[in-house]
């Protein structure tokens, strides 16, 4: 079965930085599109960004183009959400998507896998 275990949540200051981290194990990880989404209190879950299987393609909502970068270390089987210039919108739980397939996608029901998720939160 396939296992998704974030870290790296937790309280900052406005206009700060947090590296969120996922490693992944059970399957291939390669081989899978992976991605970031969010929940604050009472809002949908919400798309954040989502890299494809080999890295070199991602995507960003746009409040968030410019201040938070996708990447992914595969001999690792990890993926990490780098966010800098944090304000309190940012706060929400964070969740880490493992994909269906190689290609990264916005939607919820591309991703099949879904980590524990993690407090981020932004104090002004």
């Known amino acids: 079965q396939v296992q998704l275990v974030e870290s790296g949540g937790g309280l900052v200051q406005a206009g700060g930085s947090l590296r969120l981290s996922c490693a992944a194990s059970?399957?291939?990880?390669?081989?899978?599109?992976m991605g970031w989404f969010r929940q604050a209190p009472g809002k949908e879950r919400a798309f954040v960004a989502s890299?494809?299987?080999?890295?070199?393609?991602?995507y960003y909502v746009d409040s968030v183009k410019g201040r938070f970068t996708i990447s992914r270390e595969n001999a690792k089987n990890t993926v990490y959400l780098q966010m800098n210039s944090l304000t309190t919108e940012d706060t929400a739980v964070y969740y880490c998507?493992?994909?269906?397939?190689?290609?990264?996608?916005?939607?919820?029901?591309?991703?099949?896998?879904w980590g524990q998720g993690t407090q981020v939160t932004v104090s002004s």
């Open positions: 059970g399957r291939t990880f390669s081989g899978y599109a």
């Open positions: 998507a493992g994909g269906r397939g190689p290609t990264p996608s916005r939607y919820y029901y591309s991703y099949g896998y």
């Open positions: 890299i494809s299987s080999g890295g070199g393609t991602t």
